[in-house]
């Protein structure tokens, strides 16, 4: 009988431990799922969470800085507010490659001649289109620009004046939403770096980056 009665309660033990365990299998599961489901909202909450700053010609933005710039929307033909920031600005023989490679098949582009004194120089950007209306076919990372002088007039160098055109070179992808990165692309004069890049629409809101070691805060 004893014997009886302990084996009847070793059963009843496994059985329990293999009830517990089963459950412990099963809530981890379930939490791992909800974990991977859980990924792309993080995702989205990390592009959502860029703030900008508001910028101007005597109070310009450091590379890596976000700042505010207008964007237009072609779906209901009006200016939106986006967040873009300078990555890095590379200027010579690797500025000049990446333009090459660009315009490889499109000679819209000339470079500059050997005996030119102006160098290229291309501009790494991002740009955050959360909340800029994309409509069905989403929109470009491109974004107006434009080199000027640090006083925001035409570029000057050594006595001379030059005119500045920028080239966006973006990857030609649309997207809806989230942050990506574009290029921008310009000549200027060897040795000059005291200039101003700003991003964003003419006449309305734009960012204002600069690499110059001048005091901009101090224009007139």
């Given at each position: 009988?004893?014997r009886?009665?302990?084996?009847?309660?070793?059963?009843?033990?496994?059985?329990?431990?293999?009830?517990?365990?089963?459950e412990?299998?099963?809530?981890?599961?379930?939490?791992?799922?909800?974990?991977?489901?859980?990924?792309?909202?993080?995702?989205?909450?990390?592009?959502?969470?860029?703030?900008?700053?508001?910028?101007?010609?005597?109070?310009?933005?450091?590379?890596?800085?976000?700042?505010?710039?207008?964007?237009?929307?072609?779906?209901?033909?009006?200016?939106?507010?986006?967040?873009?920031?300078?990555?890095?600005?590379?200027?010579?023989?690797?500025?000049?490659?990446?333009?090459r490679?660009?315009?490889?098949?499109?000679?819209?582009?000339?470079?500059?001649?050997d005996?030119?004194?102006?160098?290229?120089v291309?501009?790494?950007?991002?740009?955050?289109?959360?909340?800029?209306?994309?409509?069905?076919?989403?929109?470009?990372?491109?974004?107006?620009?434009?080199?000027?002088?640090?006083?925001?007039?035409?570029?000057?160098?050594?006595?001379?004046?030059?005119?500045?055109?920028?080239?966006?070179?973006?990857?030609g992808?649309?997207?809806?939403?989230?942050?990506?990165r574009?290029?921008?692309a310009?000549?200027?004069?060897?040795?000059?770096?005291?200039?101003?890049?700003?991003?964003?629409?003419?006449?309305?809101?734009?960012?204002?980056?600069?690499?110059?070691?001048?005091?901009?805060?101090?224009?007139?």
């Amino acid at each position: 009988m004893k014997r009886l009665l302990a084996a009847a309660a070793a059963a009843l033990v496994l059985v329990s431990l293999c009830a517990c365990s089963g459950e412990k299998t099963e809530e981890s599961l379930s939490e791992k799922s909800v974990s991977s489901e859980a990924e792309p909202e993080k995702e989205k909450s990390e592009a959502s969470s860029v703030r900008a700053v508001s910028s101007s010609l005597t109070s310009p933005l450091a590379l890596q800085e976000w700042g505010n710039a207008a964007k237009f929307s072609t779906l209901d033909q009006k200016y939106y507010t986006v967040p873009v920031r300078i990555l890095k600005v590379i200027t010579g023989s690797q500025a000049e490659k990446t333009v090459r490679d660009y315009t490889k098949e499109n000679k819209t582009y000339s470079l500059p001649s050997d005996d030119s004194s102006d160098v290229w120089v291309t501009a790494e950007y991002e740009i955050c289109l959360d909340g800029f209306p994309a409509g069905k076919s989403g929109t470009d990372a491109g974004i107006v620009s434009f080199v000027t002088g640090l006083d925001g007039n035409t570029l000057e160098y050594s006595g001379k004046k030059y005119s500045v055109t920028t080239i966006n070179i973006t990857d030609g992808k649309y997207y809806y939403e989230g942050v990506h990165r574009g290029s921008i692309a310009f000549t200027i004069p060897s040795g000059c770096r005291d200039y101003m890049l700003s991003l964003g629409e003419y006449g309305e809101t734009q960012a204002f980056f600069t690499q110059s070691t001048k005091n901009t805060l101090s224009l007139e």
